[in-house]
């Protein structure tokens, strides 16, 4: 649509200015930091950041009817600029000019509702939102459009040349990385550090595919983090995980969508992710915490974060019922097959607390809750889903699984509606699915696959194999009815 066609009163604010006085904000110290700079830690105490919109305020100038039209009807303007995370640019990162947004077709992902087989099944309305369907096929290139838009930004207003971004990863944010810097062209180049054997061969072709280098160390992703971190702390790089706060920023947008799919009525309803390095349920949570300010959303939906029994942090530390008497202790991870979220020191875990505090004191008792599944429930219920249409990755399974437990201990009700996270493509992670096909996962995991979701291909055998090709038409005749015989018999289909 073009903009001369949209009403009158939203055309001048269809295509975002770069407006606002955007902050680091410490966490511990509350000092502020210009953003001239790519900070990742307070200068004076080593706390967390969260970039903070001095003037924000001044959004609520508008109602919230007001950005809710706005945000909808920009889904209809066909300018890269607000199509991906900064359709909500105002809330994304309103300083960043329009020439420096990076577009990959991120953002805005389907969110299916299962059929009613497997709603019977998990006993309530449920959606899955699969963004797996991003560009780099997981969530992190949301976080990763506003990183890099940052930094495009930074690059050109400072002429800064030679800029090298790294991260560490379990697979996902190193392939979204490396796609986003090598769309940057000279401008960038990415390096990503991974643990050695835990990413899946499908995550690890990425970033060699984006010109990334890739670098393998041994042990786990905590072990790379605490590398990059060291990098970060005390070289020229740009650090492009989740504790650079410019990607909660960018993944706040998953929030922003399902509220714009529920055309803003989050009444009732329940988000459920996966926490692995704690960006996202950081990111959801804010997100929906300024929605609210800005009453663009009525209500705060209930926020169910997941962790696997074999990196389960989170979990434990709101095990102690009383908040004084939390003490958030990092745990040696086991292997999971939800290993996207294999995370046993949450690098976001400061964030988490302070903001889902913030979200229980506004949303009451209850609206936030972590649950705990075995790698049983997180395989079961990956197959379940795909066996119902969807394109769940074990992270996604890990989501339903999580609704399962939160329904079955009461924090969540039959009447709500959910929408549970496919953090990734279903194809990044199909060696977990043959293994469970196989039944040859290490005793670790405990997993005894169900018959009734194993799946084989079978061979069918020529009965008088044809010669070498290229075949006679007769050899080709016997072939084909051969195989037609063969596959009505194996099929029971009955002639016509
Ligand atoms: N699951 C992540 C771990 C790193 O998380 P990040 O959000 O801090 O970058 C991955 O895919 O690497």
Redesign the pocket.
């Known amino acids: 649509m073009k903009l001369k066609d949209f009403p009158e009163d939203l055309q001048p604010h269809l295509l975002p200015r770069p407006r606002g006085r955007m902050v680091y904000r410490c966490l511990d110290c509350g000092a502020e930091f210009g953003i001239d700079h790519l900070f990742y830690t307070c200068p004076k105490c080593q706390g967390l950041f969260l970039l903070v919109d001095l003037d924000e305020e001044q959004l609520k100038e508008h109602s919230g009817a007001f950005w809710r039209r706005l945000f909808d009807y920009r889904r209809m303007l066909h300018d890269p600029a607000v199509q991906g995370a900064f359709c909500f640019h105002e809330l994304i990162a309103p300083v960043i000019p329009a020439e420096d947004i990076v577009y990959l077709g991120e953002c805005h992902t389907p969110q299916v509702q299962a059929n009613s087989r497997l709603q019977e099944e998990v006993g309530m309305t449920v959606y899955f939102k699969n963004d797996g369907q991003n560009p780099s096929a997981?969530f992190?290139d949301r976080?990763m459009a506003a990183a890099l838009s940052y930094l495009n930004y930074l690059i050109r207003t400072q002429n800064l040349t030679g800029v090298l971004a790294i991260?560490?990863?379990?697979?996902?944010?190193?392939?979204a990385a490396a796609l986003y810097a090598a769309y940057l062209g000279d401008k960038v180049t990415s390096a990503v550090i991974l643990p050695y054997g835990k990413v899946t061969p499908q995550q690890l072709s990425q970033p060699l595919g984006a010109g990334a280098r890739v670098l393998e160390i041994p042990g786990v992703?905590d072990d790379c983090?605490r590398v990059v971190e060291a990098l970060s702390e005390h070289y020229h790089v740009a650090l492009?995980?989740?504790?650079n706060s410019w990607?909660i920023r960018g993944q706040e947008s998953y929030a922003y969508e399902i509220a714009q799919w529920f055309d803003y009525d989050l009444a009732h309803k329940v988000i459920v992710v996966p926490i692995?390095?704690a960006?996202?349920i950081t990111a959801v949570l804010e997100g929906l915490l300024r929605f609210h300010d800005l009453q663009i959303i009525a209500e705060l939906p209930k926020v169910i974060g997941v962790q696997s029994q074999h990196a389960n942090p989170v979990f434990t530390y709101y095990l102690e019922s009383n908040p004084a008497r939390r003490v958030f202790t990092p745990v040696v991870v086991q292997p999971s097959v939800a290993q996207?979220?294999m995370?046993g020191r949450p690098?976001?875990m400061p964030r988490v607390i302070r903001l889902a505090a913030e979200y229980t004191r506004r949303a009451g008792e209850g609206s936030f809750a972590v649950v705990e599944v075995t790698e049983q429930e997180i395989m079961d219920a990956m197959l379940l889903a795909n066996r119902n249409g969807h394109i769940a990755c074990t992270q996604g399974g890990e989501s339903l699984a999580g609704l399962q437990m939160a329904l079955k201990t009461g924090l969540v009700k039959k009447n709500e509606v959910a929408v549970v996270d496919a953090t990734a493509h279903h194809l990044k992670f199909i060696g977990f699915q043959q293994m469970y096909f196989d039944n040859t996962f290490p005793s670790e995991f405990e997993i005894i696959p169900k018959p009734e979701y194993q799946n084989h291909p079978q061979l069918l055998i020529p009965e008088s194999p044809p010669g070498e090709s290229p075949w006679s038409e007769a050899e080709q005749r016997i072939f084909t009815q051969d195989m037609v015989r063969q596959v009505a018999a194996v099929l029971g289909l009955k002639p016509k």
């Open positions: 997981s992190k976080g991260c560490a990863s379990t697979g996902d944010t190193s392939a992703f983090m492009l995980n989740s504790k990607r692995g390095n960006g996202n996207a979220a995370i690098v976001s």
